[in-house]
């Protein structure tokens, strides 16, 4: 029989609640961290882990192709043997593969450090020879990277988002204290702290390869190498995406400390960091879908998508609205007035592209999954050079605020491009696809209303205060009309478990 999948709702729960940890680890440990590195040595960690995000490209889409794979295995009605041969053969092929590229991408870019220190980053010369040690280190890196990759996209399959999420967060919070740890000694060395780093994803790594040989095959270690060829198949299309993907999410951080300096990187990226960690909510849910949108018909997936995004549109509704009328007054609590004024415009600008992008994760891999990750990618290929082009005009005429602004109208057009795409390959339900276009509308414009109330307004408290306590009051007639029955039934869950917990 294949193994026993558990409900979407416990699934989300369990990722949700592991996406909410490092969040809380986060906002403790940054106002300690980030007055004793200071703007620029933070600016340089947050760019030295984009680029580690930027090379995890060098997975190929293994991850993804890892996790299609098993979930069709899962569903099929093969026998266990001949299943759990194929799986052991999917998921160590897949490493043999991603270890392989990620040893030489570790390579390249340990070689190329004096030049992207020098070059790349706009860093004060007192940082340029940390910045290269510092980036020797991703000899390392990389592979721990691309191998997490694999193993990751392995639990998703096999829907073992417990045991996923266990050693997601170790690994999170360890990357935040270890760095905390050294700083509190006096040991303030990029390479140090960056090291410090990585010893937190070799951590999380060792857990995320136990959690595999219990839980997806116990078979021993085989190369796997038939297996490459179809899983290269699949990642291909999904490669150009996962090459595509970093450059559209991470570039605008490199464009600041190119044209402006690493105290703008540090001002833009703790806004960044903190409005994205509520991509976790829907990133947390698709990651549930995608082995389910793997192994149901066409039609099965497209009304699972839609439901879906109605539970995802009141979700994130509900967390943005109010997340931006608080956001400037928290900065300011949270890190001082002088920083939290900067950077308050760029969080809410942010939080905007953060509802439109939160939206755009279920299309995304309902697609992959129902066999055409080629669709994302193309999409993605013709938003490459107008958004390049838009960020740099944009960040030297408004600064951090135009990089934000920037982001925002890209994952905006993603968003209406990929649910228009998606539902073309699909054959929708029609009386679902009203109910999510208007409750989509009318979420819209309580978004936009409050973003525009605290940018235009933010200098008059009175007024601010005023016109936010309407918008909350328009939200919560909102939530009142538009709740699915299936966030109701969560939400319930949630109390069920907290009580539990208390007790």
């Keep these: 029989m294949p193994p026993k999948i558990p409900s979407i709702k416990h699934s989300s729960l369990i990722n949700l609640l592991g996406a909410v940890i490092p969040l809380l680890v986060t906002l403790l440990t940054l106002?300690?961290?980030?007055?004793?590195?200071?703007?620029?040595?933070?600016?340089?960690?947050?760019?030295?882990?984009?680029?580690?995000?930027?090379?995890?490209?060098?997975?190929?889409?293994?991850?993804?192709?890892?996790s299609q794979r098993i979930a069709l295995l899962d569903a099929q009605q093969h026998p266990r043997s001949e299943r759990d041969h194929a799986t052991a053969n999917v998921l160590w092929g897949g490493m043999v593969l991603s270890l392989l590229?990620?040893?030489?991408?570790?390579?390249a870019l340990a070689w190329l450090a004096p030049w992207v220190s020098s070059t790349v980053f706009n860093a004060p010369p007192e940082l340029q020879l940390e910045l290269k040690d510092a980036l020797a280190w991703m000899v390392l890196a990389l592979p721990l990277a691309t191998l997490s990759s694999v193993l990751t996209g392995a639990l998703q399959g096999r829907h073992a988002f417990v045991a996923?999420?266990?050693?997601?967060?170790?690994?999170?919070?360890?990357?935040?204290?270890?760095?905390?740890?050294?700083?509190?000694?006096?040991?303030?060395?990029?390479s140090l702290l960056f090291a410090a780093m990585i010893v937190a994803?070799?951590?999380?790594?060792?857990?995320?390869?136990?959690?595999c040989r219990q839980l997806v095959s116990a078979a021993p270690p085989r190369l796997g190498l038939a297996q490459i060829p179809s899983l290269l198949r699949f990642g291909g299309w999904v490669s150009v995406s996962s090459v595509l993907n970093p450059i559209l999410e991470l570039t605008d951080r490199f464009v600041i400390g190119h044209r402006l300096d690493m105290a703008a990187v540090t001002a833009y990226t703790v806004p960044y960091s903190l409005?994205?960690?509520?991509?976790?909510?829907?990133?947390?849910?698709s990651s549930v879908?995608?082995?389910?949108?793997?192994?149901?018909?066409?039609?099965?997936?497209?009304?699972?998508?839609?439901?879906?995004?109605l539970v995802l549109t009141a979700i994130m509704t509900a967390l943005i609205v109010p997340g931006i009328l608080l956001v400037p007054a928290f900065l300011s609590l949270w890190l001082g007035s002088d920083l939290g004024e900067r950077m308050a415009p760029v969080a809410v600008i942010l939080l905007v592209g953060i509802w439109m992008n939160a939206l755009?994760?279920?299309?995304?891999?309902?697609?992959?999954?129902?066999?055409?990750?080629?669709l994302p990618a193309k999409l993605h290929l013709l938003e490459v050079l107008p958004y390049l082009a838009f960020l740099w005009w944009a960040i030297g005429v408004w600064g951090i605020q135009g990089a934000a602004l920037a982001w925002t109208l890209r994952v905006s057009v993603d968003s209406v491009l990929l649910f228009s795409v998606a539902h073309r390959h699909g054959t929708p339900s029609t009386q679902l696809s009203w109910q999510s276009g208007l409750g989509l509308a009318a979420a819209a414009a309580l978004i936009i209303s409050a973003a525009l109330t605290m940018l235009i307004f933010a200098h008059e408290?009175?007024?601010?205060?005023?016109?936010?306590?309407?918008?909350?009051?328009?939200?919560?007639?909102w939530l009142w009309k538009n709740t699915p029955h299936e966030l109701q039934d969560f939400a319930r869950l949630l109390l069920r478990k907290l009580r539990v917990s208390a007790s």
């Design 31 to 66: 106002p300690f961290f980030l007055p004793l590195v200071g703007e620029f040595r933070y600016g340089a960690l947050m760019l030295l882990w984009a680029v580690l995000g930027y090379m995890g490209v060098l997975d190929l889409g293994l991850g993804r192709a890892v």
């Design 101 to 107: 590229m990620g040893l030489l991408g570790g390579a």
């Design 164 to 190: 996923l999420n266990i050693s997601q967060v170790v690994g999170s919070v360890l990357a935040l204290v270890f760095p905390l740890l050294l700083a509190l000694g006096g040991m303030l060395s990029l």
């Design 201 to 211: 994803r070799g951590v999380q790594l060792l857990l995320l390869y136990r959690a």
């Design 275 to 285: 409005a994205t960690r509520l991509s976790l909510v829907p990133g947390s849910l």
């Design 289 to 309: 879908l995608f082995p389910r949108f793997s192994s149901v018909s066409g039609f099965e997936a497209q009304v699972l998508m839609l439901r879906a995004r």
């Design 360 to 374: 755009a994760f279920l299309p995304y891999s309902y697609l992959q999954a129902q066999g055409r990750p080629d």
């Design 461 to 477: 408290p009175s007024l601010a205060y005023g016109l936010g306590l309407s918008i909350l009051a328009l939200l919560a007639l």
